[in-house]
């Protein structure tokens, strides 16, 4: 189907996050990116006979760039010149726009979040701070390709602090947080140890493909 065909078809409501950000979308553009999209406007669900659909838990500004890839064909570019929070910021929706995706089955924009993400830290070039940490694992399954990047990452900078800075970001993960446990584990499965006597490459230094879904 041609896009003139695609931007031709009626328009749906859709209403996004904690606020209900309304977006009016070609719903035939919105079903031929995701199968999620044709069950909710195509199928039996009530959402196909009333052309509206809510999505309270989807982030805003992920939404937004999701909006952008289905009607331009990419995410955009990062914006080069901000400051190390607005780059947290960035890593932040990135990362929100890349759960959207997995969620969606939209590989192509997945790779895409993945490598602005990665590019958003290195900007901040520091490490997750815990509460990232536990976001990304609350947000991820087990065997989430973006749970191996966080837990090298986080591996990566630890072994480079001194005890007592490794100690109080330990602290600030909090004892008996599943997320915190669960990075962890997979950090310990790397060769992490309290001893700290690995070096570990720098992921953010890895081909964006290492870290892409086929």
Not at 11 to 17: C, P, R, S
Not at 49 to 64: C, H, R, S, T
Not at 102 to 129: E, H, I, P, Q, T
Not at 154 to 180: D, I, K
Request: one cysteine or more; proline letters at 3%.
């Amino acid at each position: 189907m041609s896009l003139r065909e695609l931007l031709s078809s009626p328009v749906v409501d859709v209403f996004v996050g904690v606020t209900k950000r309304h977006w009016i979308l070609h719903r035939k553009l919105l079903c031929h990116h995701t199968s999620f999209f044709q069950k909710a406007f195509e199928g039996a669900f009530k959402e196909a006979g009333l052309g509206k659909l809510d999505l309270p838990d989807e982030d805003e500004k992920a939404f937004e760039l999701f909006t952008m890839f289905i009607y331009g064909g990419s995410i955009g570019s990062l914006p080069l010149e901000s400051t190390k929070d607005e780059f947290r910021e960035f890593a932040t929706t990135y990362f929100e726009l890349w759960v959207l995706a997995d969620k969606l089955g939209m590989n192509k924009m997945k790779n895409s979040a993945m490598d602005k993400y990665r590019a958003s830290l290195r900007r901040v070039a520091g490490v997750l701070s815990p509460e990232d940490v536990k976001l990304i694992y609350r947000k991820t399954a087990s065997d989430s390709i973006f749970r191996d990047m966080v837990a090298a990452d986080v591996a990566y900078h630890l072994v480079r602090m001194s005890p007592e800075t490794r100690g109080a970001w330990f602290r600030r993960c909090g004892e008996g947080a599943n997320a915190s446990l669960d990075c962890m584990v997979d950090m310990l499965s790397l060769g992490f140890s309290s001893s700290c006597d690995i070096d570990f490459e720098d992921p953010k230094k890895m081909p964006d493909e290492h870290y892409h879904d086929r």
